[in-house]
């Protein structure tokens, strides 16, 4: 799985709640991190490889099952990781990068995205999760949220999401992410099955 967006999403934490949930379900996992220009809003990938034996991190190009992208640029930048078939779970957010913002560069079009995703997957399933969070006014739970999308097409039980994520996250929040969590889960069928 491959999870991409751009610095201060919370990249690097979903990849370790997804690390762990895969772990307590008795998986052998592997993980890395891509951080470029994290801190001003640049690229961040994270890698996570799940088996019942993982010998690397890192994921050929072709070889993604299932891409979780939290910004629509970068998870067609990342599109040529995907096997055929598999699926791209994409937030439908822009987050204009600085070459955008500067005008020496256009930011591509929806259906552009799309074309470039489809060429490689066998699904692409766009969420507007910015929109949801803000329904519930946790803006900072979109990691949370997507990963709840992610949740219905992985192998894990939905009390093993629960407990990790509740290690990770504070108290304060703790509810909060747990109902995005769940948002997302529901969200994913309805856009799914629609």
């Known amino acids: 799985m491959l999870i991409t967006g751009t610095g201060g999403q919370g990249i690097v934490l979903a990849g370790d709640i997804l690390g762990e ?3 307590a379900a008795g998986y052998d996992v592997k993980k ?3 951080l470029g220009m994290a801190q001003r809003g640049g690229s961040v990938v994270s890698h996570v490889r799940i088996g019942s034996r993982v010998w690397s991190p890192l994921i050929g190009g072709g070889d993604v099952d299932l891409l979780l992208g939290f910004e629509k640029l ?3 930048r990342w599109g040529h990781y995907l096997r055929a078939g598999a699926i791209a779970i994409v937030n439908n957010q822009a987050l204009l990068p600085l ?3 500067l005008g020496n560069e256009k930011y591509p079009g ?14 692409v ?6 929109a949801r969070l803000r329904e519930l006014g946790n803006m900072r739970a979109l990691n949370v949220f997507m990963l709840g999308c992610a949740s219905v097409f992985l192998p894990f039980k939905v009390y093993l999401w629960h407990d990790i994520i509740s290690r990770h996250i504070s108290a304060d929040t703790r ?11 529901k969200e994913i069928r309805r856009v799914n099955f629609e």
Do not use: C, K, P, Y
């Open 21 to 23: 949930v895969a772990i």
């Open 32 to 34: 890395t991190d891509t």
């Open 74 to 76: 970068e998870a067609a």
């Open 99 to 101: 070459s955008v913002n």
């Open 110 to 123: 929806d259906s552009e995205i799309t074309g470039i995703l489809r060429q490689h997957a066998g699904r």
């Open 125 to 130: 399933v766009f969420i507007d999760g910015t």
């Open 175 to 185: 509810q909060s992410n747990i109902v995005a969590f769940n948002r997302g889960r």
